[in-house]
Structure formats: C-alpha cells, structure tokens
C-alpha cells in the first residue's frame, strides 16, 4: 500500500459557481489543491492525483429518484440556482463521480488516504437539492461500500451544519453510522442530540470552539470503541466531512473554531484508527481564498497515516 495522499481533482472544480456573490465558489477547490502540493513538497509527501469522471445514473439512483435525477441532469435545473445551468449540473454528477473514484482508490488498497475537496455534499436529499448541495455522494459511495463490498461505514461530519441528509439516506442501512457534529438551530435546523442507533448527533452551542470539538471527537471516538466491545460493529472505512465553516471567521455560522483545532482534532481520529482507510470530503466552508482551503490542506496532511 502507498504511503502517499491521493488526491482527486480537476480544473473543472473551479468553475463552480452559482453567480459571483453567493458563499459556494469553486476556486476554493483549486486553492486547496494547491496549497496541499505545496505543504505536501515542504514535508517529503507525495500527492498523486486522480482525475474524476461523471457519475452514472444508475449510481445516483443509488439513492436519489428517478423524476429528480432527471430533472437535474437532463434540465439542468434546482433549488439551489437560477435558471437552467446545464454546466452546474454536470460539475454535481463530476462531484459524485470523483468521489467514487476516491473510494475506488480506497476499496484496491492503494492508499489509506484519499482527499476529494469538493466531497460530501451532505445535504442533498432523495428528491431535491438542499444546502447547496446537489447530489449526495458520500451516501452513495457508503452505499456501494457497504451493500457491494460488505464493509463497515463511520461517516464523522465535522460541518458546521448537521448532515442532515447523509443521516436520512443511510438511516436504515446497519452497516453505516453517522456522527455529526455542528452547530445547533442553524440551517438545516435538524440534529437534536441523539446516541443511539446508527445515527450520533453532537449538536454545539453558538460560540463553541476548540475544546467542545475535540471532546465531540473524543465522543466519536469513544462511541465506536463502545459499538466495538459491545456489538462486535468495527469500522472498515471512514468517510471525514471536514466542513471548513466551523472557523471563527466563517460567515455562515457562529462557531469558534480555529485552524489549529481542526488539525488537533483530525490527528486524535487518525491515531485512534490509523489502520483504517479514509476518505475525506470539504463539504461547506465560505471562504474561498483564505481559511477554507488552509484548513483543509491541513486536516488532510493530519489524516495522512
């Protein structure tokens, strides 16, 4: 197995943008690309770099309907923009589609790290766009990973906002667990406190920083150790929501977080299961040329094993 990062990517990412003033832009994904080669060079790392492919459709009817997967594809229309945007649909069946490529990485054991920034669209739901999310990728892959292969699937989401429909699409599905850390009563106002299950929930307060994450993560960490000794349920790939809005300067919630509490906070999960594959996802994050690509450049070096 490869001790280097793998990375999915494309020039195409960038050209994700609703209009020019709305919080998603698609330069944020380049600019983590880029600051990771550059902090991986600094450090001896090797990044390889997978280019990503369409999804298909019958992967996205893995878990979304047919009537709203056309809608989406064949009209180029959602909730989330104005307008037909036949290049905004085919970027979100991309995202879907390098997501799989990153599990395929992961499933032929060439890596146990695989970064996709424009991963975990953790909103998205079975008939319609939510949260500027389109299609669902981290429920598909844990679907194909669970259900194709018979593995065990721990997704941590680490957004500011609940993900909301990872937990809904996964919900019956006994061999994915869900733990979602996040700021309470923010959009999708969803992700009251909740440990039981195959969905952990871990709702904070407005203002919670550094210490509330890394006792959150210290729960996930626990949880799974209890599920282990209890259940005999044991983890064989991790999926890692790593929304970047958590930052204190982020405008999209009122969380406290800083740089150096996201990466402490990746290091605890990768030490406790640093044997397990993991693929990482950016999710949210709103600000696209400073704090949003610097944390996920960071986390991901942290998860490295």
Request: net charge negative.
């Amino acid at each position: 197995m490869s001790k280097s990062i793998y990375l999915v990517h494309s020039d195409k990412y960038k050209e994700w943008i609703f209009d020019e003033t709305h919080p998603t832009q698609g330069r944020r994904f380049s600019n983590a690309r880029d600051l990771l080669l550059k902090e991986a060079s600094k450090d001896g790392i090797e990044v390889i770099e997978l280019p990503p492919r369409p999804a298909t459709r019958e992967e996205l009817l893995r878990v979304h309907t047919s009537s709203y997967t056309d809608e989406v594809l064949k009209e180029g229309l959602s909730s989330q923009w104005d307008g037909q945007r036949m290049d905004l649909a085919e970027l979100s069946s991309l995202f879907v589609g390098g997501t799989l490529v990153a599990l395929d990485a992961l499933l032929a054991g060439k890596t146990k790290l695989v970064i996709h920034f424009p991963g975990a669209k953790h909103h998205a739901q079975a008939d319609h766009s939510s949260g500027f999310c389109i299609f669902n990728d981290f429920a598909i892959a844990a679907d194909i990973a669970s259900k194709d292969y018979g593995l065990n699937v721990a997704i941590l989401d680490i957004d500011g906002h609940h993900g909301d429909g990872v937990e809904n699409l996964t919900a019956d599905n006994p061999r994915v667990i869900t733990f979602s850390i996040h700021q309470f009563g923010i959009f999708p106002g969803t992700g009251n406190e909740s440990k039981t299950g195959y969905f952990y929930n871990y709702p904070l307060e407005d203002g919670a920083g550094d210490i509330e994450l890394l006792e959150r993560a210290d729960a996930f960490i626990g949880t799974l150790g209890a599920r282990e000794r209890i259940w005999s349920w044991v983890p064989d790939v991790l999926f890692i929501t790593c929304g970047a809005d958590g930052h204190r300067e982020d405008p999209l919630t009122g969380l406290n977080y800083s740089v150096e509490g996201y990466v402490a906070a990746a290091r605890k999960v990768r030490e406790r299961f640093n044997d397990i594959p993991i693929l990482m996802g950016g999710a949210g994050g709103y600000l696209p040329d400073t704090r949003t690509p610097e944390i996920w450049s960071k986390v991901g070096l942290a998860l490295k094993s």
